[in-house]
């Protein structure tokens, strides 16, 4: 969705060589670390905010994620993610100079401020709570507007959601501790060369 939006070729980003971009591997889950580092050298600002102290982490790795995530969270993502890897791209993120890493959450209005500044905003929802269901599934979005009552996305699914109207509450909640301890929002937005 980010690729289309700044008019990038679709065709020549095959499925494939998205899955080789993105480090997905069937099954698991994935983390952002690579696709931000990507985005940094073919030309984009990319700011991520997440309630992850990158230097720790890339420090102590899963044992300073088992300190700030509920056991719940920790045990889940231990099982679908390669927490050494992603341990070793935490380091990369760190000394990119196109990358800025804020330990923070931010709030609706913060984020629609964002986007008022031209940013393509990309957020961490748990998937489970916006379909009703218990249990969490961290899943990014991408945020297409806001108007006085919802805020608009379209979800890559599966399965795809296209123009979602999530009301401010029930977005907010899907975001932020308790109902997604993990929280991340990522901004893009093409570097002034």
């Known amino acids: 969705m980010l690729l289309a939006y700044f008019g990038l070729p679709e065709k020549s980003l095959s499925l494939k060589k998205l899955d080789k971009i993105t480090n997905h591997k069937n099954g698991m889950f994935t983390w952002q670390g690579v696709s931000l ?48 890897k992603e341990q070793q791209i935490a380091t990369k993120l760190l000394n990119n100079p196109h990358i800025q890493l804020k330990q923070k959450s931010l709030s609706i209005k913060e984020i629609k401020n964002y986007f008022d500044k031209g940013y393509f905003i990309m957020v961490s929802v748990n998937s489970l709570f916006l379909a009703n269901k218990k249990g969490y599934s961290s899943h990014m979005v991408v ?12 979800d890559p699914g599966l399965p795809a959601k296209k123009n979602w109207e999530i009301t401010y509450s029930a977005f907010e909640k899907s975001i932020l501790p308790p109902i997604k301890p993990d929280t991340n929002t990522i901004l893009f937005r093409h570097r002034r060369m």
């Open 37 to 84: 580092l990507w985005l940094a050298s073919i030309g984009f600002e990319v700011i991520n905010f997440e309630n992850i102290d990158y230097k720790m982490f890339a420090k102590n790795g899963s044992e300073y994620l088992k300190k700030i995530w509920p056991k719940e969270t920790f045990d889940i993502q231990n099982k679908y993610s390669d927490l050494k």
């Open 143 to 154: 945020i297409t507007g806001f108007d006085n009552t919802y805020v608009h996305i379209n």
